[in-house]
Nanobody
Framework: QVQLVESGGGSVQAEGSLRLSCAAS?????MAWFRQAPGKEREGVAA???????MYADSVKGRFTISRDNAKNILYLQMNSLKPDDTAMYYC????????????????WGQGTQVTVSS
């Protein structure tokens, strides 16, 4: 059983930065950040394997950085150069070793943290 608790969301102006954190309990393998804007489907943003390999959605490449501290069991998402289109509820997820950005590869989800970017 894995429990995930996100923090770090908030409101920021365009071109600003935020860092999200996700504290995990239990054994974690692939971890990821997803986001869901009103009226849209939940989409994968970034994923990281236990060994540190990463994958990003094209829309955030070069702006977002995913990382993890395995000793503390914490997942991070550093978000720079934020855009209004990044406004969404951001969710932390834990899945199997091959989940990457496939939503159905994740069985554990946090409650979400809201990110709002104003122009």
């Amino acid at each position: 059983q894995v429990q995930l608790v996100e923090s770090g969301g908030g409101s920021v102006q365009a071109e600003g930065s935020l860092r999200l954190s996700c504290a995990a309990s239990g054994n974690t393998y692939m971890m990821a950040w997803f986001r869901q804007a009103p009226g849209k489907e939940r989409e994968g943003v970034a994923a990281i394997s236990r060994g540190g390999a990463t994958m990003y959605a094209d829309s955030v490449k070069g702006r977002f950085t995913i990382s993890r501290d395995n000793a503390k069991n914490i997942l991070y998402l550093q978000m720079n150069s934020l855009k209004p289109d990044d406004t969404a509820m951001y969710y932390c997820a834990a899945g199997s070793a091959s989940s990457w950005l496939r939503r159905n590869g994740y069985g554990y989800w946090g409650q979400g943290t809201q990110v709002t970017v104003s122009s």
